[in-house]
């Protein structure tokens, strides 16, 4: 069982130490995970000069060149191309998480993605904000009228529909950032899952 985290830093800092704190509950509630920690080149220099603890509280430390630009930019190039980046299936953790049971349900699920409702509500009409809303129509996306995933914990599998899905989650996300200059990347993630017609399996509410 592999989880993913994507980490955008300065060294030593506020986005380290919440990874830190994710993955040590990660570990106390599943022995045995193997923990990938992604990073843009930026972040990578900064980490390994400030010697920062992260480093080797993971199993896995890649560092990937992304176009240059501010934190969030950086950050959400790489979550939105992780499927390109990695190899096999695995869970996709946003770094402010906190692991408090077993993940293996998660990736018992069917299909090749399984997301949770945003806002943990079970209501269409409570998941998707205002923000979103605005964005949606002004880029002209369709997305399910029954589900609005939020991006935080995703399990995704290794097939190519998965990969197709990614691809166009990345661009996407891309068209976004390029007409509102905001790395906002969930109206891109619930257009792309519709486009792509992946297969979506809805995760209870407390994820």
Known sequence: MKVVYVITSAGRDVYTAMTRVSAVSLRMTNPGVKIAGVCDAETDRMVRAAKDPLLSEVDEWLAFETPPGEAAFRNR??????RERISGEYAFLDSDTIVRDDLAP?????????????????????QVWAGDQTMLA??????????????????????????????LWHEKWQASYRQFHKPNDQPALNAAICESRIECARLPVRF
Request: charged share 20%.
């Open 77 to 82: 190039f790489l979550k939105t191309s992780l």
């Open 106 to 126: 998660i990736f018992q699920m069917p299909g090749d993605l399984a997301a949770a409702p945003n806002h943990s509500r079970e209501n269409f009409s409570g």
């Open 138 to 167: 002004e880029m002209r996306w369709t997305t399910s009228q029954v589900l609005y995933v939020n991006g935080g914990v995703m399990r995704v599998s290794e097939s190519e529909i998965a990969h197709r899905f990614y691809r």
